[in-house]
């Protein structure tokens, strides 16, 4: 019988700036309850029409820093680079 793992990464919505502490407050108690299922965080959306990455840092690392909270050191994959537009600050931001 073949072996597999399931890792879920949790998606936070940019259009929606109230869903992304709502996301993270899920990650946060996801990460309590099942702890080798969640890996992670991330936000989606447009770059160009949504706010932008840096915008949403305070709260990922607010969760990330958080020592006493199951979201301490969780890992943020940020989807930056997907544009033309060269203002778009997005792909320095995830850096």
Do not use: W
């Amino acid at each position: 019988m073949p072996y597999f793992e399931l890792s879920l990464i949790i998606t936070g919505l940019k259009i929606m700036p109230g869903h992304i502490n709502k996301m993270l407050q899920h990650l946060k108690e996801g990460r309590e309850r099942y702890p080798d299922l969640l890996s992670g965080f991330d936000m989606v959306n447009e770059e160009e029409y949504n706010p932008s990455i840096a915008s949403f840092m305070p709260q990922i690392l607010a969760a990330q820093l958080d020592e006493g909270a199951s979201t301490f050191g969780m890992c943020t994959f940020c989807h930056a680079g997907e544009t033309h537009n060269k203002t778009v600050t997005n792909l320095h931001a995830s850096i």
